[in-house]
């Protein structure tokens, strides 16, 4: 007698991502290289460690719902006001929020098909329509074709992953404006910088809010934040305005909150990070030239290795599985040739490339 | 040119509650002894510390989300099966799903003037019309009214805190079971059983899914951790399978598991924590008679001192606040004569009596 509304009712069951532990419950592993949610190998920063452990005791009290202190230090960053940014819990969160807000039942909202698939998720749960655009065929991001299908449908929301996950491409600063301007006016720009620290800064949108674009920044990748849940968006304080109204106001992790502040005056681990992790994509590129699996240009903490067929992507990713060495692998074409491989730590990349060498002596691709 | 929606557009600007965190800014406090927010005194388990203190250095992983392990303890306590437990960011986040699953735009909810606020934050966030009813004259919740409401506008959703915040008052088995009967077959139960710990369980609804009810519960007062946000809902799967299509998968952080599930453990630190507040209530009841503000019957870990009027209350809390004891009041009649305090430690406890006794010396009731 108790039924769903309409719009719940209509969706599928089903989940954007299934979890290692999962996997590992199923195959009944013990252990797991995980390798496959771009999680960072070198972990949270010992200051955000530190930090976090002096105030476990105090995790009885709830976080402060607005954020101030991290919202005054990411402010100072972005040359911005403190009502230009939004603390969520993990990007994911602020996907929502940007889709129930600015998304009307039956409304069209456009993105890449096998992009980051939660942005997705959360437009069909919200009854929306998702238009979806190919890859182009060098596996970087249409932004042309966005913008067509944007101007077709009058989407409510173009969502794009810049860094793009999971190809690792990138659109700099030019081709945003130029995305922006090809939008309808009335179509809100979703741009998902989750890897954004680990690309050129130069090449980047300047560090601060742009008219029409919600900017999604997250301290999971190079912070090594992922299981904390805190992110934030940067945006003009109209766009930021809607979400305040609705907002879970106690949904961000007190310790979340003091690790992310603390990660952030950690200028000294964040550079070791990216330069670990730059030693790490050209380890990959050399590993991957050298079996004949070329790997795609990445400005990320991961790389996927072109296996030359969906079949032999497959077979691949099910042989590190079957070794103990968890990936993922893009589900459309034409990245579904290829693996997914997060840039670990030292031992990591020397066991990957260790199970890989020994694969690929069996597998011919 | 870009809007929010309908929906959105038509919400007032608002937030259920003002965090502690911005009253101390605004009045410029460097410390404040926080009785407002029913935040446990005793912390967190110690064995919950020591879990989340090991795995503070992986917090660069995601959490699980299907709270597997977390869900199985749960589930063998509630003498019910896995998927009758949903793991959540704190009840809050829980609220906001059944809501957003259950009430359709335009549709009524069903809950009393002045209880926790959140539900209908939510009702509004999600386009819903609140039908709301009075405390009963005795400020316990008015079962026979919330069941002729639901029936007058056919809700989709009744809410009742169970025991009752701010009230502190207690439903027992056979009222529940009363209130389910005379809902109306479409009603979905919204039991928020937060301070249930705290209540006698032979009293309670028996541990186990009820048809037609979604039971809220939470790591967040008995076990200390409100500032992890974590929580969970028991019901029958069926009411819990729209939530899974449409829920943030990742929302919950992984040391909230890792310490919640220690914590449910340790039913040594638990047994320990009720106790002292049990003679935390016993104190404020003696502190109240003694001081001519007679306290209410509780059954959770805070308790309302009757003021006699609104002013009264409002004049007492101003005075505390500004001796640098925050506690917050009922917004509405007649609890609005009341100030609802949290039973801290004994030392919170002591400077407590100690302000309220020399406020009370200059304030006559």
Redesign the interface.
């Given at each position: 007698?108790?039924?769903?509304?309409?719009?719940?009712?209509a969706?599928?069951?089903?989940?954007?991502?299934v979890?290692p532990?999962?996997i590992m419950?199923e195959r009944g592993l013990k252990t797991m290289l995980?390798l496959g949610?771009n999680?960072?190998?070198?972990?949270?920063s010992p200051q955000a460690?530190a930090a976090?452990?002096a105030e476990?005791?105090?995790?009885?009290?709830?976080?402060?719902?607005?954020s101030?202190e991290l919202r005054s230090a990411i402010a100072a960053r972005w040359n911005c006001n403190r009502d230009e940014i939004l603390v969520t819990?993990?990007i994911?969160?602020l996907l929502?929020l940007v889709v129930?807000?600015?998304?009307?039942v039956g409304?069209s909202v456009v993105a890449t098909a096998g992009t980051y698939p939660?942005f997705a998720?959360?437009a069909i749960?919200?009854g929306g329509r998702v238009e979806s655009v190919a890859y182009r065929e060098d596996g970087c991001i249409d932004l042309d074709a966005l913008a067509t299908a944007a101007q077709r449908c009058d989407a409510?929301i173009c969502y794009l992953a810049n860094p793009d996950n999971p190809s690792g491409s990138f659109a700099d600063a030019d081709a945003i404006a130029r995305l922006r301007s090809a939008l309808p006016?009335?179509?809100?720009l979703l741009l998902d910088e989750a890897y954004a620290e680990f690309a050129d800064a130069r090449a980047l949108p300047a560090p601060r809010p742009l008219p029409?674009i919600v900017r999604a920044r997250t301290f999971?990748k190079l912070y090594?934040?992922?299981?904390?849940?805190i992110g934030y968006g940067v945006a003009p304080q109209a766009?930021l305005?809607?979400m305040?109204?609705?907002r879970?106001?106690?949904?961000?992790?007190?310790?979340?909150q003091i690790?992310a502040l603390a990660a952030l005056g950690d200028a000294v681990f964040a550079r070791d990070v990216l330069e670990r992790t730059a030693r790490g994509r050209a380890e990959y590129a050399a590993l991957g030239a050298a079996l004949g699996l070329p790997t795609l240009d990445s400005t990320t903490n991961f790389v996927c290795f072109d296996c030359s067929s969906r079949e032999r992507a497959d077979e691949i990713l099910e042989a590190l599985l079957q070794r103990g060495v968890w990936t993922r692998k893009p589900g459309m074409a034409p990245l579904d040739r290829c693996v997914r491989v997060t840039v670990g730590n030292e031992s990591d990349r020397e066991r990957f490339a260790s199970e890989l060498r020994a694969i690929r002596a069996r597998v011919t691709v």
């Open positions: 007698m108790i039924r769903p509304n309409s719009t719940i009712d969706i599928p069951a089903g989940e954007p991502f979890g532990e999962r419950r995980r949610a999680e960072s190998a070198f972990g949270p460690i976090m452990t476990l005791p105090r995790l009885s009290w709830y976080g402060d719902p607005d101030y819990s993990g994911d969160e929502g129930r807000c600015f998304l009307a409304e939660t998720y959360h749960g919200y409510a006016a009335r179509t809100l029409g999971s090594g934040l992922a299981g904390a849940r766009l305005a809607p305040l109204k609705v879970l106001q106690y949904g961000v992790n007190r310790n979340a690790g």
